[in-house]
């Protein structure tokens, strides 16, 4: 929706301070579940690819390390990183593709933040992760064919030998 009609959807940011007892609930229960659930490694990704490219983004505008580093200590990010990243539904499988995915999220909302866009992060992960659904779809059919292809033509050659 903050796609589509911008002007008239809000997202949490808006709506939420830099609570310390919602983050602390946020960070205590998100932690757990996406431990629980083996998704730890894309928050992980995640947080270090953005704090590589706040650096990036301190030196390329100038602004103080801790004012490019802050947004990711809000509760809106909280639930982005924990709860959106990792939804089982609509990331890739493999953890290694996990991982790419979850970096280039952060790549191409640095390049957003660039253009002082608020939400960010939520059109990165709008971008980046369908197409990424969609490369691996392809990806698994054209493998699937292969090796349906591989196992015909070893049928084929036994019925012929």
Wanted: aromatic letters at 14%; proline letters at 4%; charged letters at 10%.
């Amino acid at each position: 929706m903050l796609f589509f009609a911008s002007e008239s959807v809000t997202a949490l940011s808006i709506q939420w301070g830099n609570n310390l007892a919602a983050m602390i609930v946020i960070w205590g229960l998100g932690s757990a579940i996406i431990w629980r659930l083996r998704r730890f490694h894309i928050c992980l990704t995640y947080v270090l690819s953005y704090l590589a490219f706040a650096l990036l983004r301190t030196w390329i505008v100038g602004d103080p390390l801790l004012s490019e580093i802050s947004p990711i200590t809000g509760p809106e990010y909280q639930l982005f990183i924990f709860f959106m990243i990792t939804d089982p539904k609509t990331t890739v499988r493999s953890r290694k593709a996990q991982c790419v995915v979850a970096f280039c999220v952060a790549a191409l909302e640095t390049v957003f933040r660039l253009h002082s866009n608020i939400y960010a992060p939520l059109y990165a992960l709008f971008c980046i992760g369908p197409p990424a659904l969609l490369i691996e779809m392809w990806w698994n059919s054209r493998h699937e064919i292969s090796s349906a292809d591989v196992k015909t033509a070893g049928v084929i050659q036994a019925g012929i030998s």
